[in-house]
């Protein structure tokens, strides 16, 4: 999302979403100057917006998924897709992978801030899923610090297969301080991507961001 349509969601959207939606934001004080990687657990597709939130009105966009709704679901998330001008990903397919893995890369390079949800996709029950590696990558790739934040009450709001949502002013964020790996940052640039000692990194650092998650979720 530009830095246009970013400002246009700060002033008209972000008073709705704090009268209608929000109950408690805490941790706005550690968000980084420059860009960043923001990881948060994923629940809803409310998150997008509580996403958001410590984004605006700075330029910023998503890592989203395009496997899964078709006919008029999938023009509706096209559509909002191009608004915010989301990194496609087929999670079906390598290639898609890695196109997307590009350019996020890409993106945070050229000072870009980049939403991910480590766990890969929602929530079913409401609870924690193990985070994938993709996070880690494009953190050793980039160095942009990861900023973790915790969501709580989107999925009672609107969990997977709700329609509609509850009116409800019910959702609390807590973003955490930013984590920038430096010793692991190190030690990936005297490894091959493809090796196990890569792998082990990467999952490291995964397991690092998801336990801070876990300590904002509370």
């Known amino acids: 999302m530009n830095s246009f349509f970013s400002s246009i969601c ?38 997008w917006i509580a996403s958001a939130y ?26 909002l897709y191009f608004i915010a001008d ?3 990903i087929n999670r079906k ?17 050229g000072g870009d801030i980049v939403v991910i949800y480590p766990e890969g996709t929602r929530s079913r029950n409401g609870q924690l899923q193990k985070g994938k590696l993709g996070i880690a990558k494009i953190f050793l790739e980039t160095g942009v610090p990861i900023l973790p934040m915790g969501i709580r009450g989107t999925f009672d709001i609107l969990p997977p297969g709700r329609v509609f949502p509850r009116i409800k002013k019910n959702v609390e964020i ?11 940052l190190k030690a990936a640039q005297n490894l091959n991507p493809e090796s196990q000692e890569y792998k082990n990194l990467c999952q490291q650092i995964v397991d690092k961001v998801m336990e801070e998650i876990i300590k904002l979720i509370g």
């Open 86 to 88: 989301v990194i496609p």
């Open 174 to 184: 807590n973003i955490g301080r930013p984590l920038y790996f430096e010793k692991e």
């Open 10 to 47: 700060k002033i008209f959207l972000k008073p709705v979403v704090d009268k209608y939606l929000i109950k408690e934001v805490q941790g706005l004080e550690n968000v980084p100057v420059g860009n960043f990687i923001l990881a948060a657990n994923h629940q809803s597709h409310l998150d």
């Open 54 to 79: 410590p984004c605006v009105p700075r330029r910023f966009t998503y890592l989203g998924q395009v496997d899964k709704y078709t006919g008029f679901a999938g023009l509706e998330r096209n559509l």
């Open 93 to 109: 397919d390598e290639e898609s992978k890695k196109t997307a893995l590009l350019e996020t890369i890409k993106r945070l390079k």
